[in-house]
C-alpha cells in the first residue's frame, strides 16, 4: 500500500513539473532580483526629483483583489482537502489524507499562491512610487523574497499534504490584512478608529509563523521519511528568521509608541 502511495505522489510531482516556474529556479531567482534591482535602485532613482504618487484608486483595488483571491485559496483548500487533518498527520502520505486527486488539486491550488506571492511583491513598488521608504525595510523585503522562494521549493521538492495548512492559515492573516489596509485608504478618520487593531494583526502574524514553524517539527519527532525530515529543518530555519524579523519590528514599534 506504501508503494502505491508513493508512486502517485510521484505522479502528482511529474505533473507538477510541466508548469510554468517550477521546473527550474531561473524564473523565480529572476523575477526576486529585478525586484529588489527595482526597489532599492531603479525605483528610488526614478523616483529622485518627481513628487510621490497617490495610487489610492490603485491600492484600494489591489487590497480588494488580494482579499478575494486569498479567500479563494482558502476555500478550495478546505473544500477540496483536509488542512485540520494535514495538521496532526504529518508523516500521513498525501494519498492518505486526500487521495490521488486531492493531491492534484491540492497541487494546482499552491501553484496558484505561488503567482499570488509573486503579485504580492507588487506592494514594495508601490511603496516606493509613494517615497513610502520607511516602509521598504529589510523585514518586509526578505519576507517577500523568502516566502516566493520557500512556496516554490514546495511545489518543486516536497509534495507534502502540510501545504494545505500553510495556505489555509497564511491566506487567513492576508484575508484580515488586506481589509485592513483596505479600510486604512478612507483617510485619517477611519485610520484612528482601525488603529488599535493594527499591533493585533502583527501579533496574528508571528502566531502563524510559529504554528508554520513548529507543527512540521513532527517529521523530526517521528522520522517518518527522508522527505518529511529535510522538509520541517527548511520551514524550521525559514520561520525562525521570519519571526525573528517580526518579533524586532513588534517591540521597536512598542517602543515608538511609548515615546
Known amino acids: 500500500m506504501e508503494s502505491i502511495h508513493h508512486k502517485s505522489e510521484q505522479m502528482a510531482d511529474a505533473q507538477v513539473m510541466q508548469w510554468p516556474l517550477v521546473p527550474s529556479s531561473v524564473p523565480v531567482i529572476s523575477i526576486s532580483i529585478v525586484y529588489l534591482y527595482i526597489i532599492y535602485f531603479a525605483g528610488p532613482r526614478f523616483m529622485k526629483d518627481r513628487k510621490p504618487y497617490s495610487l489610492k484608486t490603485f491600492i484600494q483595488c489591489y487590497n480588494i483583489f488580494q482579499v478575494i483571491t486569498n479567500f479563494l ?147 523530526l519527532v517521528f522520522k517518518c521519511n527522508s522527505t518529511t525530515t529535510l522538509f520541517p529543518i527548511i520551514t524550521f530555519f525559514n520561520g525562525v528568521i521570519n519571526l525573528s524579523f517580526f518579533w524586532n519590528f513588534f517591540t521597536s514599534y512598542k517602543k515608538l509608541k511609548a515615546v
Open 73 to 219: 485559496l482558502i476555500y478550495n483548500t478546505v473544500i477540496f482537502g483536509k488542512p485540520f487533518s494535514a495538521i496532526w498527520r504529518f508523516c500521513d502520505s498525501f494519498d492518505e489524507i486526500c487521495g490521488r486527486d486531492g493531491i492534484e488539486k491540492q497541487l494546482e491550488i499552491l501553484w496558484w499562491a505561488l503567482l499570488l506571492k509573486i503579485v504580492d511583491l507588487i506592494e514594495t513598488i508601490v511603496f516606493v512610487l509613494r517615497k513610502k521608504s520607511q516602509q521598504v525595510s529589510f523585514l518586509h523585503t526578505y519576507h517577500h523574497v523568502s516566502t516566493v522562494m520557500y512556496v516554490w521549493s514546495i511545489l518543486r521538492y516536497f509534495v507534502h499534504s502540510f501545504s494545505m495548512v500553510l495556505i489555509m492559515l497564511n491566506c487567513s492573516v492576508h484575508v484580515i490584512m488586506y481589509s485592513y489596509y483596505y479600510l486604512s485608504t478612507y483617510g485619517s478618520h477611519v485610520q484612528q478608529k482601525i488603529l488599535p487593531f493594527k499591533k493585533w494583526i502583527t501579533i496574528l502574524q508571528m502566531a502563524q509563523i510559529a504554528i508554520l514553524t513548529i507543527v512540521p517539527l513532527q517529521g
